[in-house]
Structures are given as structure tokens and as C-alpha cells.
DNA sequence: ATCCAGGCTCCTG
DNA sequence: CAGGAGCATGGA
């Protein structure tokens, strides 16, 4: 395997470690790896197995990123696409001084902005994987999602080992299209989750998805889905607004009484504007900060 | 046992 | 078209 060593930089401010704290804090993840602070991730590349490796440098206002690419074959257009792809998935090219200097008006963004300035959250890397990534996060606690989607990475994506560790990319639409039910139905995936993924799967299989646009009328596929997909595909205007996570997160920051309703949320984010994508990921982030990792109990011994 | 969880579909009025 | 019952699968 070669190894494929070269610096990046990211737009500035860009606080690396505070934005792998979300990861971090959960213990399901498998995708994203974390490991001793540095970042790895596995990305399938047109067929080819690349594994990045990334560490932090610099400062939040001079940020530099060591990235090493690791794999078979590493050619001159399978390295461009590998290092495209990190780019997008760690964010790098955000402009936050942006979204800072348009929120400073709301008192409560302005306090998150400031506590957490630097923080650029870790996108999806596809449409496929973003939406996948959803629907098992349809109606279901976080750490319960977290150990269903661990599950789907480790049993169906592909795999590298390097270094006596193992990393996984994101299954392809492929490998989610010929699924049989029961291979996720024996790892506690309802039936209908499986259909809605499958289902999905076959419609990017067959050319159908290349925009959220298109989304739409898919089964299993409702608003907050699209809103929370294109949010993580880096959409920065994108609002799930029914998020249940979002509503917490807005009652006890906004100061409201009760349960914020996703019309509040609504009308709440009308101040957020143009960036209530990136306002969410704040106020989610705070909530983890306030509240602490996911509840899931700690014990993964299956199959 | 009961309520809740980063919803969705389908059926009413 | 808005509102809500019913749904599937587990956590706490």
C-alpha cells in the first residue's frame, strides 16, 4: 500500500479538535473514526479503497491539516477525488466570519458563535450516504441510531485494515439495493427501515436521485428527512425544523416554557437566515455540551 | 408497564 | 391542505 503525504488548508477560523468533538462523544461511530486526535476516514473512489489520515496543525486562525492518503493504487485522479471528497467532509472551505458577523444580532447565536467559534460540523460525503444516514434516524433515540448505523457500516461497507486497525467506508447504493430484509431485521433495523433504505437504494442505483430535489415522493422519505440530509450535505439554509433534538435544543436557549413546537422552530429560524443549516449544527452542539453524549448503554457485544 | 425517541404514511374533515 | 391516528422498533 502506498502512503501519500501533503498539508491542506483550511479557511480560517477552524478549530480541528472542537469539531471532532461531536464524533468523539459517541461511541457507535465506525464512519468517522477518531483516534488519539487525529481524524480517519475510509472513502470509496470509484472502487478503490482510500484510507485518509488527519492531523491538526497550526492555530484556529492559521489552521494547516497533515493529510495522509493511504490504499492500492493511488493514481494521480484517484488522489485528486480523495482529497476532494475530505475536503467536503470536514468542511474545510466554510466561511464562519460569514455566519458569525450575520448572527451576531441574536443574542443567543451571537453566546454559541463565540463559545464555539471555530467549529466547522462533519458532513455526509454523498446524497446516498446522507439520506441513508436519516431515515435510520427516523423516530428512534440517538444512541439507538448510532448502534444501527455502526451496524450497516460494519456488515455491508467496505473495508481497509492498516495499522492492525480496521476502518470502513459507506456502503454503496449497490451493496443497500440487493439487501435482503433479514440481513438488518436480525440486527434490530425494523422491516420498514430496511425497505425505505433499499428502496432509496435502487432509486440512486437507477440514475433517479442525483439532487435532494428529487427526493421527493420518495417512500420513507418526509420533510425532516430532506431538511436534515441536505443539512449534512452542507445545505446552509437547510432547517429540520421538526427535529426533536432542534425543539430541545431551542426551548431551553430561547427560554420557552414548554417543548418548542416545529412551527416556533419555524419561526424562531426566520432570524437565522440565510444559515440556519449551520445554526442548527450550533445548537445541536451546544446540547451535547449541555447534556452530554448520546444515551446509549455501553456494552456492543453483537454478533 | 409506560412514555419517549434527531418521523412517515394514510386517512379523515 | 391541516391535523391526527396508527405504525415499527427499542431505550430508560
Redesign the pocket.
Known sequence: MKRYTLTLSPRPPFDFQLSLRFLSAVPEESLNRVEEGRYFRLFDVGGRAVLCEVQGMGTVDEPQLELSLVGDGLDGPTVERAIDALRRVLNLDLDLEEFYAALCRDPVMAELCQRYRGYKPILASSLHEAVVW??I?????????Y?LRRRLVELLGRRMTYRGREYFAFPTPEALASLELEEL?R???????VE?IREFARAVQAGEVDAVENLQG?????????E?AA??LGARDAL?A?????R?AVTRQYGLERRATE?EVRELGERWRPWRGLATFYL?FDLLAAEGP????SSCADS
Open positions: 436519516a431515515i434516524g427516523q423516530q428512534i433515540n440517538q444512541g439507538f441510531a448502534r431485521t440486527h434490530q433495523f425494523s422491516r420498514r427501515k425505505y420518495l417512500r420513507g422519505i418526509g420533510r425532516w428527512t430532506v436534515f443539512m449534512r429540520p421538526a427535529d426533536v433534538a432542534l430541545r412551527a445541536w448520546a444515551t446509549t448503554h
